[in-house]
């Protein structure tokens, strides 16, 4: 090289790629803490995420010869073709979407009349008899499975307790949270993080919103306007919830008789997340109530 000669810098990643970047680690933290809570090693994950991006380099290419297949699955991943080879002819078990009858019965109970109040909160019902009863609840929801095995399933999962005395039944969650089955819980995380996800994607990839995504944002909280809010929330979860389950129980119950079977699904989750107050002294119940009466 001459003296005269000089070096022409590379060009860094654009405003958009550094923003996907910025997008991308915010997920992978995410993942690699629960890997490592979990005990997942990275060459675990790994594979998994190797495989990812074989699956949808082949779907982002339908239609392609097998000779010029894992080819173009290369080029776009950038996945040598050995690994391309052995990916493209895993069998990837998916386990069928089991029906929770569980679940199925807890929203029925938050969400129609008559199992909940003029506030829209859960009712404590008779074990037994008329509606609206436990025995008449679940009995809405299926016939196939006795009542009584319905109700040792939510106390099972720690989601309704039975008062013996008076033989009365109470939900004691306010979220489908089964305490203690990690097995499902990691269920939900996949599902319903999954699909928050899925939809995020379609909306940027997409030239369409398709999916309804929104959120509020707010910062520079105490942990008292933290807590202050959580009622709030509640409440608009309940209303969502009282306002949307007997109506998609009424979608179900007509789209069931369609031939062939309706395969359309929806997702519909609200979700919060707070940082920064961890630290903080607990807040005085006391004050809380005080904010939240000054705000309403």
Known sequence: ?????????????????????QALAGLMASVARLGVAQGQPYAT?????????????????PGLPEHRKVSRISTTTGINRREVTR???????????????ASEVFTHWRGQPPYVDRRGRPRVLPRQGATPSFETLAQEVTRDVHP????????????????????TVALVREA????????RQLGFLGDNVGDHLRAAVDNVLGSD????????????????????????????WQALMTALVP?????VERDAAQQPAAQGRLRVGLYTYQEGAADAPAPDPAAVRRVTKRKT
């Open 209 to 236: 919103r398709t999916h309804f995504e929104q959120a509020l944002f707010a910062d520079g909280l105490s942990a008292v306007s933290l807590e202050s809010v959580r009622p709030a929330i509640r409440a608009q």
């Open 1 to 21: 090289m001459s003296p005269d000669d000089t070096l022409t810098p590379e060009p860094g990643p654009g405003p958009e790629q550094q923003a996907l970047h």
């Open 45 to 61: 994950v790994e594979e998994m995420l190797r495989l990812a991006f074989v699956q949808a380099a082949a779907r982002a290419h």
């Open 87 to 101: 990916l493209t002819q895993q069998q990837v078990r998916t386990a069928p979407r089991s029906r929770s009858l």
């Open 247 to 251: 109506a998609l129980e009424a979608c």
């Open 148 to 167: 009584r095995s319905v109700l040792d399933e939510l106390r099972r999962l720690g989601l309704a307790e039975w008062d013996e005395a008076s033989d």
């Open 176 to 183: 489908f949270v089964p305490h203690g089955d990690r097995v």
